[in-house]
């Protein structure tokens, strides 16, 4: 019987897990590094049927991750045995019996409206406007980065998310889901638009959030980006710790889920690929539900100038 962990030819067996291009890139990546660093340590040696549930069950409980990185490396393994099992190298899969909680061990930090409104004074561009579409859209930082001016529909006003660029490799969303185009509130693309007219890069094929260092024919990379300009202005702020560009996203959902909306224009909006099958079967938020859901985020971050006026 051959041996999956280590004799099992590798390039086939880390394609169930995106290597072949069924993943996003961030997604391959991802996957190869648990593969590397924690399941080949340990399990490169076993034969396919020495590998008991109890066994992996334990060592997980041993890992020092949080429960969502053990979950993680359980369901990779799980997929190498489905793999290996469409291979007929075995009929059965015992990672199906290892139990291993995904709850999270801490909660993430959510920024509130007045943290926003005041780490906005303190940014500079590009990462001022960065940051605003990213906690008024809830895009991934790949997503956010990988934005070109061609993608921004000014008149529809809609944002096509085609790609991805992690690493600064160009590469299809996380899911089929993050494809649908995302509303893009008035007042927000007004913005957008101001930082296009300042932006050295502002050309149709132009990244929105340009290198200059490498002369706008890359985009930013997340973290350069976050330490030359998010980290100084969360730490202005008085906010410190485990913090980064996903906790705008985080921020993003967090305020929908506060301002009532539904659980499914929540989904959409984040473009999460499923919530629940019945939600996504037999309910469909429309685009007026999903503009609405963003704009009262926006407005939370932006008053009107309306009102702004009569203070």
């Not at 066994?55 to 969502?68: F, N, R, Y």
């Amino acid at each position: 019987m051959p041996d999956i962990f280590y004799k099992g030819q590798p390039h086939k067996l880390t394609g169930c897990v995106g290597v072949e291009g069924r993943k996003s890139f961030a997604t391959q990546e991802t996957y190869e590094g648990y593969l590397k660093k924690w399941i080949l340590p340990r399990w490169q040696s076993y034969r396919l049927s020495d590998v008991k549930a109890v066994q992996v069950e334990q060592w997980l409980h041993s890992v020092p991750l949080a429960q969502g990185s053990r979950a993680k490396i359980r369901n990779i393994m799980s997929a190498l045995y489905s793999h290996a099992i469409r291979w007929e190298w075995t009929n059965r899969n015992p990672i199906t019996a290892v139990r291993q909680s995904a709850k999270r061990s801490k909660i993430p930090t959510i920024l509130t409206i007045e943290q926003i409104q005041a780490l906005l004074a303190h940014l500079g561009e590009p990462c001022r406007t960065a940051v605003l579409l990213d906690v008024s859209t809830g895009l991934r930082v790949g997503e956010l980065l990988g934005l070109k001016w061609a993608d921004v529909d000014f008149e529809k006003l809609e944002i096509n998310v085609t790609r991805s660029v992690v690493k600064q490799k160009i590469g299809p969303c996380k899911t089929e889901a993050s494809h649908k185009p995302i509303p893009l509130d008035a007042e927000l693309a007004e913005q957008l638009w101001n930082w296009r007219l300042k932006a050295p890069y502002n050309r149709t094929e132009d990244w929105i959030f340009a290198s200059p260092h490498r002369r706008g024919r890359q985009p930013y990379w997340p973290g350069a980006l976050f330490r030359a300009q998010l980290k100084p202005g969360l730490e202005a702020i008085g906010i410190r710790g485990d913090v980064g560009w996903h906790t705008l996203r985080h921020t993003f959902g967090t305020l929908m889920k506060a301002n009532g909306e539904d659980i499914k224009t929540i989904q959409e909006l984040l473009r999460h690929a499923n919530y629940r099958v019945t939600a996504d079967v037999y309910t469909q938020a429309m685009t007026p539900a999903k503009r609405q859901a963003q704009t009262k985020v926006v407005r939370l971050i932006l008053p009107r100038k309306a009102a702004q006026k009569v203070g």
